[in-house]
């Protein structure tokens, strides 16, 4: 049971935390003007700004005085106060709380593999020409035959099925997986920049069964992953201040994956708070259920 100023003043830290990120994005969407590094967590994620900062207090709690969270798809009122509704448990609601629960269960099973050095990044522009290049407008650090001649010259180790979708056709036959969505679960290990950027989605998709507190756990350290991702990427991103991990040399390799494993050790309690919430969803739900006759 929260108390009204108690929940309120949650929300509002939730709020005031999460506005650093969504505040500058709204006004470059106002402005049409682009950022090649946090746009892609409020782009290629489907979850809005305004979503990411409305908070949910997750499973389990009571709200004092909150007849507001009725607007929401998901709450109902007890003689007790506001909390979430069994009726709005799905089985669609089901269905995701066991998928990611396989999914986050199998990844934590495996050690982290450290050795792809970010190379998906270069997979995605891969003989193309300048104005097929995704981030169009900003440079290559090492042009385009430059960029060219490092994934032929590399071994590309990419099993994120997300980011192995987006490779050039002539550089997806150069990994040495072919992941896809059905394999999604066989391959997930933790050393995955991607696959840890994703434990923001998972956060989200579980709404709002997960506290928006580890909501928003997950997606600063996805903002931070994302800046490793884009300094290692074939892009020059200097002139926003992104200095270059250069996986083109063996220093800038070593770099990469002490980084990437650092992220793996973050990553390790927000996954395992996920299967936590996971499962406690599908023991709600299972004692909603009619008693077997």
């Given at each position: 049971?929260?108390?009204?100023?108690?929940?309120?003043?949650?929300?509002?830290?939730?709020?005031?935390?999460?506005?650093?990120?969504?505040?500058?994005?709204?006004?470059?969407?106002?402005?049409?003007?682009?950022?090649p590094?946090?746009?892609?967590?409020?782009?290629?994620?489907?979850?809005?700004?305004?979503?990411?900062?409305?908070?949910?207090?997750?499973?389990g709690?009571?709200?004092?005085?909150?007849?507001?969270?009725?607007d929401?798809?998901?709450?109902?009122?007890?003689?007790?106060?506001?909390?979430?509704?069994?009726?709005?448990?799905?089985?669609?609601?089901?269905?995701?709380?066991?998928?990611?629960?396989?999914?986050?269960?199998?990844?934590?099973?495996?050690?982290?593999?450290?050795?792809?050095?970010?190379?998906?990044?270069?997979?995605?522009?891969?003989?193309?020409?300048?104005?097929?290049?995704?981030?169009?407008?900003?440079?290559?650090?090492?042009?385009?035959?430059?960029?060219?001649?490092?994934?032929?010259?590399?071994?590309?180790?990419?099993?994120?099925?997300?980011?192995?979708?987006?490779?050039?056709?002539p550089?997806?036959?150069?990994?040495?997986?072919?992941?896809?969505?059905?394999?999604?679960?066989?391959?997930?290990?933790?050393?995955?920049?991607?696959?840890?950027?994703?434990?923001?989605?998972?956060?989200?998709?579980?709404?709002?069964?997960?506290?928006?507190?580890?909501?928003?756990?997950?997606?600063?350290?996805?903002?931070?992953?994302?800046?490793l991702?884009?300094?290692?990427?074939?892009?020059?991103?200097?002139?926003?201040?992104?200095?270059?991990?250069?996986?083109?040399?063996?220093?800038?390799?070593?770099?990469?994956?002490?980084?990437?494993?650092?992220?793996?050790?973050?990553?390790?309690?927000?996954?395992?708070?996920?299967?936590?919430?996971?499962?406690?969803?599908?023991?709600?739900?299972?004692?909603?259920?009619?008693?077997?006759?």
């Amino acid at each position: 049971m929260l108390t009204e100023p108690e929940w309120r003043a949650r929300q509002r830290a939730h709020v005031d935390r999460v506005r650093r990120w969504t505040l500058p994005h709204k006004e470059r969407s106002l402005a049409k003007e682009k950022h090649p590094v946090h746009d892609f967590l409020f782009t290629y994620y489907s979850h809005r700004p305004g979503r990411l900062e409305r908070w949910h207090p997750g499973l389990g709690v009571v709200l004092e005085g909150a007849d507001e969270f009725l607007d929401y798809r998901g709450y109902h009122r007890t003689d007790d106060g506001v909390t979430l509704d069994p009726a709005a448990c799905t089985e669609p609601r089901v269905r995701t709380a066991e998928f990611y629960l396989g999914l986050l269960a199998a990844t934590v099973s495996r050690p982290p593999r450290l050795n792809c050095f970010g190379l998906h990044e270069w997979a995605m522009v891969y003989r193309q020409t300048p104005e097929q290049v995704r981030h169009f407008g900003w440079p290559l650090r090492l042009g385009h035959n430059g960029t060219d001649a490092l994934v032929e010259s590399s071994q590309v180790r990419c099993g994120h099925f997300d980011a192995f979708r987006f490779f050039t056709p002539p550089a997806r036959p150069r990994n040495a997986l072919q992941p896809t969505r059905e394999s999604q679960v066989e391959l997930e290990q933790p050393g995955c920049l991607h696959g840890n950027m994703d434990l923001y989605k998972v956060a989200y998709k579980l709404e709002p069964y997960v506290p928006s507190e580890l909501v928003a756990d997950c997606f600063e350290l996805a903002s931070r992953i994302r800046e490793l991702d884009m300094r290692a990427s074939p892009y020059d991103l200097s002139a926003l201040g992104y200095e270059p991990v250069r996986i083109e040399t063996p220093a800038g390799r070593a770099e990469y994956a002490r980084q990437q494993a650092d992220f793996a050790e973050r990553a390790k309690p927000l996954r395992q708070r996920l299967i936590t919430v996971c499962r406690d969803v599908l023991r709600w739900r299972e004692a909603q259920l009619p008693a077997a006759p």
